[in-house]
């Protein structure tokens, strides 16, 4: 089915013929139809699959078919995300698709004065992008309100509950009219989504696109067990051979990504670090210079992982592998977008045997190994040794093969960025630095 096929508005479609977008992906295909229709939608789709032409498409087709304007304050499409860098991202898609129009779009995310967004929201908007713990602030001194809001999206929900924000949820929940209609999208399918769905969804149309913790498919993986004193050096060899390429490099800390881009830099990178520490306005210019090419490479934290739409980027590194399995097929979607090629390096250090064990088992397949592998570490991998998740048991024995070389270091002021602690997860409930 085509984008003509579907009965979306002539303007609407000659936006999208004019941002070179002429054939619906999957997620578009499903969901599209259905949400025309008024009827709630619930999609299973990994990120980078076009959701938010899924979600923006249908219901700006039916704003722009009322002509009537916003009330004061109000909100007539809440569209809800759990970082700021996803809810520019959506923006930035919406605006697109919306050129010409009539319609009032914007977003409102923590890390930028909230002043100026009480100011913005006096005239209402006919989609609001918002971040819940932002969008909780604003309820809270009365700037805006939610009771003409007659669509709602919540996109990426696995990781709102991720980041705690079942609680914000719930608040924003009760204000909205039940008379409404929800698109929900998550990338997977955690035990407390089934409570997001039957709070917010009504009879919703089911569609599953790419099963949980499926990568895309041109996505070229593979893990390099190596010490973590290892890894800075391993990483600047491999970087080293592209450095004309796009890479997203991904730490566990954010001292740990500070760092690593430190180190990159002094070899001669072009390179910039962004995590939660991070102003609004730094996080901003540098996604700008990365995505313009001046920034070659760019060392995050997690709060990259989703929302970050660069199709250019051709390589992925996991420096520092997650604690948390699906943040790493989330992680890897940042490449091998558009229907191009990418590539995803893990660096695995033996006291993170356990988590690529975990990583493996969500994906349902080995990521294949360059060089030798640790008899612990393979021990551990094929489940000889503890449970999924757990620490195998016995210490991983020896020096693993770098499979690179020691060539072109990353210099003692590289040394162990990253570091091996773990830190540990945000309690459910606690606002996210993100928001």
């Given at each position: 089915?085509?984008?003509?096929?579907?009965?979306?508005?002539?303007?609407?479609?000659?936006?999208?013929?004019?941002?070179?977008?002429?054939?619906?992906?999957?997620?578009?295909?499903?969901?599209?139809?259905?949400?025309?229709?008024?009827?709630?939608?619930?999609?299973?789709?990994?990120t980078g699959t076009g959701k938010t032409a899924a979600f923006g498409l249908p219901i700006a087709n039916a704003l722009l078919g009322e002509g009537r304007a916003p009330e004061p304050k109000s909100v007539t499409g809440l569209i809800l995300a759990p970082t700021r860098e996803l809810a520019a991202q959506i923006h930035e898609n919406l605006n697109l698709f919306l050129k010409g129009t009539h319609l009032r779009v914007g977003v409102v995310v923590g890390g930028n004065s909230i002043n100026p967004q009480i100011n913005r929201l006096h005239k209402g908007y006919d989609l609001l992008v918002a971040t819940p713990g932002r969008l909780i602030d604003l309820i809270e001194r009365k700037a805006v309100r939610l009771d003409r809001t007659r669509f709602l999206v919540l996109d990426e929900a696995d990781q709102m509950l991720d980041l705690g924000f079942i609680h914000a949820l719930r608040q924003i929940a009760k204000l909205l009219p039940k008379d409404r209609q929800t698109l929900l999208f998550s990338a997977t399918m955690p035990k407390q989504m089934a409570e997001i769905a039957g709070a917010y969804l009504t009879n919703p149309v089911r569609i599953e696109v790419n099963p949980p913790g499926k990568p895309a498919d041109k996505i070229d993986q593979r893990v390099h067990h190596v010490s973590q004193s290892e890894k800075a050096p391993l990483l600047a060899e491999m970087l080293d051979k592209h450095r004309d390429e796009l890479a997203l490099v991904f730490t566990r800390t954010k001292h740990g990504a500070d760092r690593l881009a430190r180190g990159l830099e002094k070899q001669g990178f072009a390179v910039s670090a962004i995590h939660g520490n991070k102003s609004q306005g730094q996080r901003t210019r540098a996604l700008q210079s990365f995505k313009e090419g001046d920034l070659r490479i760019l060392v995050a934290t997690d709060v990259a992982a989703r929302g970050l739409d660069i199709p250019e980027v051709r390589h992925v590194y996991n420096f520092d592998l997650p604690n948390v399995p699906d943040n790493y097929v989330h992680r890897i979607g940042r490449t091998a977008r558009a229907g191009r090629e990418g590539t995803a390096v893990a660096f695995c250090a033996p006291e993170e045997v356990s988590d690529l064990r975990a990583i493996e088992k969500v994906m349902g397949r080995a990521i294949p190994a360059v060089g030798n592998v640790p008899a612990a570490a393979q021990a551990a991998r094929s489940g000889g040794q503890g449970r999924p998740g757990g620490r195998p048991g016995g210490k991983p024995g020896g020096r693993a093969h770098n499979g690179g070389g020691n060539g072109g270091g990353a210099g003692a002021g590289a040394g162990k960025p990253g570091g091996a602690r773990r830190r540990r997860p945000a309690r459910r409930g606690q606002r996210s630095e993100m928001a």
């Open positions: 089915m085509s984008f003509d096929q579907m009965g979306l508005r002539p303007n609407l479609l000659a936006n999208l013929k004019a941002a070179g977008i002429s054939e619906p992906t999957p997620i578009q295909t499903r969901a599209i139809p259905p949400a025309l229709d008024g009827k709630d939608v619930m999609g299973l789709a990994q």
